[in-house]
């Protein structure tokens, strides 16, 4: 999955996932309006696997206990999430924008993505998808949703 999946990702968080005036459409029709856009059908596929890891199912272990707790990188996480990624993780886990459960969920949604190397710009898309994804965070989503279209605006000028 390379940026053409986080592309597809990003197309539906902004288009389909925070319009909560209308009805979300099926899975089927997802995936014909993605092809329609112009994805292609593997990069498609692909996203909405992805999209069924934001459940953190695997990840339920992971309790508030984490708090406390010092997050060793494995090896893997380390080739893919360079110094500035950790840091930013840890940045918004410091400002209490991420707990240590969804944090988890975002690093384990960025290795999901499969891509060689991952930019502070797609973290702070995983993360707002993460958040969006979860009950009760709105408070949260809404300040990393200023952090990201705060900075994209000063890029503006």
């Not at 997050?71 to 991420?98: A, H, P, W």
């Not at 190397?117 to 958040?131: G, H, R, Y």
Request: glycine fraction near 6%.
């Amino acid at each position: 999955m390379k940026d053409n999946v986080l592309d597809v990702l990003i197309y539906l968080f902004e288009n389909y996932m925070s319009a909560e005036d209308e009805p979300r459409p099926d899975r089927a029709a997802l995936r014909t309006e993605l092809e329609r856009a112009g994805f292609a059908e593997p990069d498609v596929g692909r996203a909405l696997e992805w999209l069924d890891g934001l459940s953190g199912d695997g990840l339920g272990q992971v309790a508030d206990a984490t708090a406390r707790a010092v997050r060793v990188f494995s090896g893997q996480e380390l080739l893919r999430l360079d110094t500035d990624v950790r840091g930013y993780l840890m940045y918004l886990e410091n400002v209490k924008i991420l707990s240590g459960a969804q944090r988890e969920l975002v690093i384990d949604r960025l290795m999901a993505l499969d891509a060689e190397e991952i930019d502070i710009e797609q973290v702070k898309w995983v993360v707002l998808m993460v958040l969006f994804s979860q009950p009760g965070q709105e408070s949260a989503y809404a300040q990393m949703e200023d952090l990201v279209f705060e900075e994209r605006s000063d890029a503006l000028h």
